[in-house]
T-cell receptor, first 113, second 114 residues
Framework: DQQVKQNSPSLSVQEGRISILNCDYT??????FLWYKKYPAEGPTFLIS?????DKNEDGRFTVFLNKSAKHLSLHIVPSQPGDSAVYFC????????????FGTGTRLKVLA | DAGVIQSPRHEVTEMGQEVTLRCKPI?????LFWYRQTMMRGLELLIY????????DSGMPEDRFSAKMPNASFSTLKIQPSEPRDSAVYFC????????????FGPGTRLTVL
């Protein structure tokens, strides 16, 4: 039973264009969401987060959007760069519960030069 | 500041053997997490410790898996006996205070059980 789903295993985007990575969740108790980026042979690194009191959070080229009614969040990367090529994991947690991170299966992004 | 350190980076063993994975969290961090990554299930939390005490081990798949944290700077994840389905990448992560804080991951141990 996957509570956090990333339905696109992979995505290819041209350098300079926008990358949009999607994530859906099923548990309405989730109120804190994160994106991690992972390069080969390395551990995941924190990228950006958003609380459910917001619907958007921006950090440089990275923006996360949250649609609570649809139980959907997305990560936008603008403009995409070859160095952004990595696996991106979406994670969710409940601040009123155990706070454990529930991760999705990841989306492999390839930015083409 | 050194990040989370894991050893070994790669482990190949035969079915039935005991496997021990090791982790040194970031100095000063009070919470430690063990995750397993597979293609099918992504990153799954196995267990987490706070101040060296296991808080939630509900993710540990079965009794073959055990984890210890004898002190603030060292943790082990042991699989005995190992099975081919245990093949995965195992990550250790730590956070400053609790599960609420940002988690920093180690480079992982790729385990292959033949």
């Amino acid at each position: 039973d996957q509570q956090v789903k990333q339905n696109s295993p992979s995505l290819s985007v041209q350098e300079g264009r926008i990358s949009i990575l999607n994530c859906d969740y099923t548990n309405s108790m989730f109120d804190y969401f994160l994106w991690y980026k992972k390069y080969p042979a390395e551990g995941p690194t924190f990228l950006i987060s958003i609380s459910s009191i917001k619907d958007k959070n921006e950090d440089g080229r990275f923006t996360v959007f949250l649609n609570k009614s649809a139980k959907h969040l997305s990560l936008h990367i603008v403009p995409s760069q070859p160095g952004d090529s990595a696996v991106y994991f979406c994670a969710a947690s409940s601040t009123s519960g155990t706070y454990k991170y529930i991760f999705g299966t990841g989306t492999r992004l390839k930015v083409l030069a | 500041d050194a990040g989370v350190i894991q050893s070994p980076r790669h482990e190949v063993t035969e079915m039935g053997q005991e496997v021990t994975l090791r982790c040194k969290p970031i100095s000063g961090h009070n919470s430690l997490f063990w995750y397993r990554q597979t293609m099918m299930r992504g990153l799954e939390l196995l267990i987490y410790f706070n101040n060296n005490v296991p808080i939630d081990d509900s993710g540990m798949p079965e009794d073959r898996f055990s984890a210890k944290m004898p002190n603030a700077s060292f943790s082990t994840l042991k699989i005995q006996p190992s099975e081919p389905r245990d093949s995965a990448v195992y990550f250790c992560a730590s956070s400053r205070d609790s599960v609420k804080d940002t988690q920093y991951f180690g480079p992982g141990t790729r385990l292959t059980v033949l």
